[in-house]
Every structure is written in structure tokens, then in C-alpha cells.
């Protein structure tokens, strides 16, 4: 019989070496076997990050964001989980490594940023320790130097008086500075790749984007990969080089930011750009929210499944599941009528003509808590010119219907409209639905 001998540890490349994207995610599968069901959090997703780029993966509480950064790492309960698909991180099979050798690659390889600190951190663990607990355990350094370089990470992410906050328990610290703990944590020893999941969550505006600036300036610094996971599309508006939507476990859009800002095509990307709160909306206007809940994962209805929510619904929707369709320049999306196309117009429509309750909800004008429309915007002083009006990109745009019971459709602002300032708070798309994070 042939004698047990221990695995090497997997040798990953340089990034500097590196041929292709540093992680690839094939056809991933993530479910969990429940009482009621199957559950299907992350059902068939593909994306890949390239080396020093941001992939943004966006949606509402319950469309899988959290549960597919964890299948990424490998963090997955230890029964009652069905996993498969592939995940190469610099070329490397990350499925197939058992979880001795995926704590390896924890923290050197990939490392994540977990979205609440007061429950991620320890509390009855100092600040310094639980920095140099893998310092010492994965990089090899000795006590001072352990020490040397968390109190140089607690200074590369802004945090005063690090000497002092080293001998801090976790709830001594602000919520933003357990956010920077966090991390300090993550970054200790150099990841190739970070997940970000929702690392802004519970913070104020202004900490947010100091938080999200010093995650742009550390990839910067050390040429990383990053995965921002967020239901926020004004946080990723400027944040990221591709997005990814996500809804109940699938993929529906994917493409590079700008594109898909420029060119929507999914109903629900376009639903999400409407609910994100504007400047120029008068004061105490109601927020254009999506009507109805996301599906229960365990009990998908048959064909889309943004069917029950969707202005443009056709009886094919609810019958025949849509695959993921090129629209070109990498752009995909999940739809049988796109926004803006023909076919999307005319659904649209249709659904207004029969007063379909999504369809009326999705084109009627924002109001005030007192039933009121907004007031016009006021007239520019005697001797001047009004500025133009801000063009609306043709992906966006739908029209009025031709029968007197439609209302007619409010255009879509351009991007620039929508983030002319810094991105918004976080704006609580649709509810929590347990099972899909």
C-alpha cells in the first residue's frame, strides 16, 4: 500500500505573469436542501475578473449576491449544500481543492470583506490579534513583525491613532473603523482577489465613500481583483469596470458598466435605475419602488421569473424561460421583449392598453405622501434661456401607448442625470428572503 503523503500547497503564478482573466466562474451551482425544498440561491452563473479590474455584482436582498461570494470562497455550510460548476482563480481548479488546502489559499490567494464587522469580528479579541493572526499563521512573521505590519495596514486604511486601536476590542471602534478593521484584515497578506460584500452596508454617506475610496486606492496599490457586491447601482455607477445584475440565483444583464447604463435591455435593470432616489425630484417625493416580492427560491414559477413583477409580461414569459442573449459588445440579458427594442415596445404597450397593474405602476409619475403630483420645475427669470433638456438614450426610452387609458411612460434620465454628485446612499431595494443572502 502506498504510504499517505501530504499535498504541496498550489503554486499560483505571479500576477504579473498571468495569461487571461485571474478568476473564472463557469455554469456555478449553489443549492440548499431544506424542509421545503430545494433551494436554488445561485442557479447557473458565469462571469470572470480580470487582474486589476472590478466586477460589480448587483441586486435586491434575496438574488444571491452573498451566497455566490461565498461559493467562490468555498464558505459553504458543511452538509445539506449542493455545489458544482467551476471556479479557476489564476488557472487553478478552486472546486476541487478540499478545504485543508483551501484554507491555504485563504487570505495569500483570495480574501473577503464580510458585510457586517460587529459579527465578523471577534469580540473578546483585540484588534492587534485577530490582524496578526494570519501574519503569523500564513505569512511566517515573527511577534514584531506581525505587529510592525498591522500597524502599518491600520494606517494604510486611515484609521488614527492605529498604535492605539491596536489594543482595541471590536466594540470600542465606530462602525466605520471596524469597517476599515475588516479590511486591514482582508489585505494582511496580499490577496491576488477581494470580495467585497456590501462593505458599505449601515454606514453613513460620507464614510461610504471614504470606505470605497480606500478599496479603489488598495487595488490600485497591489493590482488586485475585486468582486463589490451591492444592491446600490449609484454605488457601482462609478465604482466598477463590469456589472453583473442578479435575481433570484441567475444572471439576467451582464456587461461593461458603461454599456449597460448606456443600453439597458433587462426590465429589471431599468426597474432598479428607476428606484435610485434623484436630486432634481422635489422634496418629499415618493420613491418609484418594484412592485411585489422576489420569488421564493425553493418554488420558482416556470418561465421568467421576473415574470409576476414585469411591465412588458407576455404569456410567453410566464410559460418559456428566457437564455441569456447577446445584444453585442459583451453585452447579455435574460428577456424575450427587451427595453428598447420593437418587440419591448410593444409589450409595453399592450400591458398599459389592458391595464396591467406592473405596467401602470411602472409608468405612472412619482407622487407626493399627499396624493399630489410633483410640481413643474420653475420657469426660468425673464431675459434667459432655458437649459435643454437632457437627452434620453434610445435603449431607454419607452412610448406611449395609442389607447386613452394609458398614462404615458416616464423616460429614463441619462447617467450622467443620475449621479451628477457623489453616489447615493444605499437604497434598500425590495425585501430580505431567506435562504439566498
Given at each position: ?16 505573469e ?9 455554469d ?43 461559493s ?5 455550510p ?30 495569500l490567494q483570495?480574501a ?5 464587522p460587529?459579527t ?5 479579541v ?10 503569523r ?5 515573527d ?16 484609521i ?18 471596524r ?13 491576488r ?18 470606505i470605497?475610496d ?14 463589490l ?10 465604482r ?14 451582464q ?11 433587462m ?33 420558482t ?9 414585469c ?22 440579458f435574460r ?13 409595453l ?15 405612472a409619475?412619482?407622487?407626493r ?15 434667459t ?10 435603449a ?31 437604497s ?10
Amino acid at each position: 500500500m502506498t504510504p499517505w503523503r501530504r499535498r504541496l500547497p498550489v503554486a499560483f503564478p505571479e500576477v504579473s505573469e498571468l495569461e487571461g482573466p485571474l478568476l473564472e466562474v463557469e455554469d456555478l451551482h449553489t443549492h440548499f436542501r431544506t424542509p421545503r425544498g430545494l433551494v436554488r440561491a445561485v442557479d447557473g452563473v458565469s462571469f470572470s475578473v480580470g487582474r486589476g479590474r472590478t466586477l460589480g455584482v448587483v441586486g435586491e436582498s434575496g438574488s444571491g449576491k452573498t451566497v455566490l461570494t461565498r461559493s467562490i470562497m468555498g464558505l459553504l455550510p458543511g452538509s445539506n449544500v449542493e455545489r458544482s460548476g467551476t471556479v479557476r482563480l489564476s488557472g487553478h481548479e478552486l472546486t476541487a481543492l478540499p478545504p485543508a488546502e483551501l484554507r491555504d489559499v485563504w487570505g495569500l490567494q483570495v480574501a473577503m470583506v464580510f458585510q457586517d464587522p460587529m459579527t465578523a469580528l471577534n469580540p473578546v479579541v483585540r484588534v492587534e490579534r485577530q490582524i496578526t493572526e494570519s501574519l503569523r499563521l500564513r505569512v511566517g512573521l515573527d511577534r514584531k513583525g506581525a505587529h510592525d505590519t498591522a500597524l502599518a495596514l491600520l494606517t494604510s486604511v486611515g484609521i488614527p491613532a492605529p498604535e492605539r486601536r491596536l489594543r482595541n476590542y471590536p466594540h470600542e471602534l465606530s462602525g466605520g473603523m471596524r469597517q476599515r478593521v475588516m479590511i486591514a484584515i482582508a489585505l494582511a497578506c496580499g490577496p491576488r482577489l477581494l470580495l467585497a460584500d456590501e462593505p458599505t452596508t449601515g454606514l453613513d454617506v460620507t464614510v461610504q465613500a471614504q470606505i470605497l475610496d480606500l478599496l479603489a486606492a488598495q487595488q490600485r496599490e497591489r493590482s488586485m481583483g475585486m468582486i463589490l457586491v451591492t444592491h446600490d447601482l449609484g454605488v457601482v455607477a462609478s465604482r466598477t469596470d463590469d456589472i453583473v445584475v442578479m435575481y433570484a440565483g441567475r444572471v439576467v444583464e451582464q456587461a461593461a458598466t458603461a454599456e449597460l447604463f448606456a443600453h439597458t435591455r433587462m426590465p429589471y435593470t431599468e426597474a432598479l435605475l428607476r428606484s435610485i432616489p434623484r436630486l432634481a425630484d422635489p422634496s418629499h417625493t415618493r420613491l418609484r419602488a418594484i412592485p411585489g416580492r422576489p420569488p421564493d427560491l425553493a418554488a420558482t414559477p416556470p418561465g421568467c421569473r421576473f415574470a409576476p413583477r414585469c411591465p412588458y409580461v407576455q404569456a410567453r414569459c410566464e410559460a418559456e424561460e428566457p437564455p441569456l442573449r447577446s445584444a453585442g459588445h459583451g453585452h447579455l440579458f435574460r428577456c424575450w421583449y427587451p427595453v428598447g427594442s420593437t418587440e419591448g415596445d410593444e409589450a409595453l404597450a399592450r400591458n398599459l392598453a389592458a391595464r396591467v397593474p406592473a405596467a401602470l405602476a411602472f409608468t405612472a409619475a412619482p407622487s407626493r405622501p399627499d396624493g399630489q403630483a410633483p410640481a413643474p420645475p420653475e420657469a426660468p427669470p425673464p431675459g434667459t434661456v432655458a437649459p435643454p433638456a437632457p437627452a434620453v438614450p434610445a435603449a431607454t426610452t419607452t412610448p406611449a401607448a395609442t389607447t386613452p387609458a394609458a398614462t404615458t411612460p416616464a423616460p429614463t434620465p441619462k447617467v450622467d442625470s443620475l449621479w451628477a454628485t457623489s453616489p447615493p446612499a444605499d437604497s434598500g431595494h425590495g425585501p430580505a428572503t431567506p435562504g439566498a443572502g
